[in-house]
């Protein structure tokens, strides 16, 4: 079975002291496990370091683990680690439908495949009919559906959510919440979310890690 592992992360500046303590995880697939601490400890660095961008100027210990593979080297296009941010980043010069598109994963061949694939992803997501829309013109949840079939259209092995419902009134944060786990639990892709919000890693039911 798939699984996402931390061994003793941490991260810090380069030569200041650690942002945190080390983070050993075990998340397997269909679990969404969550690493909970206030704004500035290294939250969104964290996600960062596990996907692969980590920022220039800071150095990280330990080891991250995708299906036994350690992700160490490797850079963030073979890893094959979705994201999903607290702003939906959708790409304001395409059509939504072309959004979702630009994330299909290369084994969608041919015109008529990929279109279908990209009506399926938006009907999934309550948005039919959408494709041609400017992505202006939808909701912020409407975007935040888009963005999530977007990187879910890619095939990743694993998904990172920093902060994803943070921006959401809340009202609208729980369905979002309930949008985003039911189609990852559906997915059965191993997660890891960072928040601040006690709400979010109470819904997500996974494992969790205070900073």
Known sequence: MSALELHGVTLCRRGEEPLFPPVTLHV??????????PSGIGKSTLIDFVGGHLTPGFEAQGKVLLNGLDLAGLPAEARRIGMLFQDARLFPHLSVGDNLAFGLAAHVRGRAARRAAVEAALAQAGLEGFADRDPATLSGGQRAR??????????????LLDE????????????????VFGHI??????????????????????PMISL
Do not use: Q, W
């Not at 079939?149 to 095939?155: F, H, N, S």
């Not at 959401?168 to 979002?176: G, I, K, N, T, W």
């Open 28 to 37: 397997p697939a269909g679990e969404i496990a969550t690493v909970i601490g």
């Open 146 to 159: 888009a963005a999530l079939m977007r990187t879910l259209l890619a095939a990743p092995r694993a998904l």
């Open 164 to 179: 994803p419902f943070s921006k959401l009134d809340p009202e609208r944060r729980a369905d979002m919440r309930a949008f």
């Open 185 to 206: 639990r559906d997915c059965n892709l191993p997660v890891l979310m960072v928040s601040h919000d006690a709400e979010d890693a109470e819904a997500a039911g996974g």
